[in-house]
């Protein structure tokens, strides 16, 4: 097995943003639990929706607003998104990786759950586990709270182009405009292009493994998306400061954050800056992420 950089990261707790995807998807459906609802599903997850049946739609919460009156990022966060792409170009990844492993990422999520005629309520921090495929051909696995649930991560095939295994991956462009274009083409999700953009970019840096020079341009590619800002203090679920950029929609500010001074990728949280419609109220914290620990393993439920 092969450990990664994220190994060293301390696995604190803190009640501080992400999908609840599958913590309950095995157990019986009401109409009650049928009707939650998140903003967004990452990419990585569909397999494992699919592949379980559930009557849930997962969507994350995706915090601004985009189109002609979205303002031009700001310059501290281009400096920001800089020196990050800097640091991920010299990230060490191995360059033995087989088709036949597996991408493992431990992380501490908690995010909102929505449920018709309730007011939206952010459920506690657990413990989460994937092993995603390293060619997207193989079948891998999700753990949440503890291993109370599991679920199998079958194959979503035929793959596309927007597959988060580690083979696509690699193939991504290293020039920050080709990537950009990429970002627009394959994100969605009902919210403006430039903030399906900036999820994308969360999406890809939170569970899997991004190559070092496809991962700088990533964030290089970040860089061009109107309305991202920076927070200088940010508190992920791991409870571990760091240093944001930062991007605000419908009512709700997204932050993806990195350490200050190794400025690698350290989680993302999302705080309410306005009273929200499901009763959320502003300054409120509507969900948290931190990755603990990433690393390459010959098979799923095998930990580093």
Known sequence: ?????EKCLPPGRHELLKEHLM???????TPERASVRKKRMRPAFAAAAVAAAAAITFVFLPPSGGGANAQPPAKEAVALLENIALAAEREKVPGDIR??????????????THAEGRT???DPLHKREVWLSVDGLHTGLVREGNGKSENILEPDLPLHEA??????????????????????????????????TFVQVGDLAFEGLMPPAQSAALYRAAAKIPGVVVIPDAVDAAGRHGVAVARVNDGERQELIFGKETK????????????????????????SSAIIERAVVDKPGQRP
């Open 99 to 112: 088709d036949d492993q597996f991408v493992y990422v431990e992380s501490r999520v908690g995010f909102t």
């Open 264 to 287: 690698r990728f350290l989680g993302e949280r999302s705080v309410a800056v306005e009273d929200l419609p499901d009763g959320q109220k502003k300054g409120e914290l509507t969900g």
């Open 120 to 122: 939206a309520k952010l």
């Open 163 to 196: 597959s988060a295994n580690y083979r696509n991956l690699q193939t991504l462009p290293t020039d920050p405009d080709k990537m950009l274009k990429w970002l627009h083409r394959v994100s969605d999700g009902g919210e403006s292009e430039d903030q399906n």
């Open 1 to 5: 097995m092969t450990e990664l950089p």
């Open 23 to 29: 913590n309950e998807i095995r157990q019986t459906e």
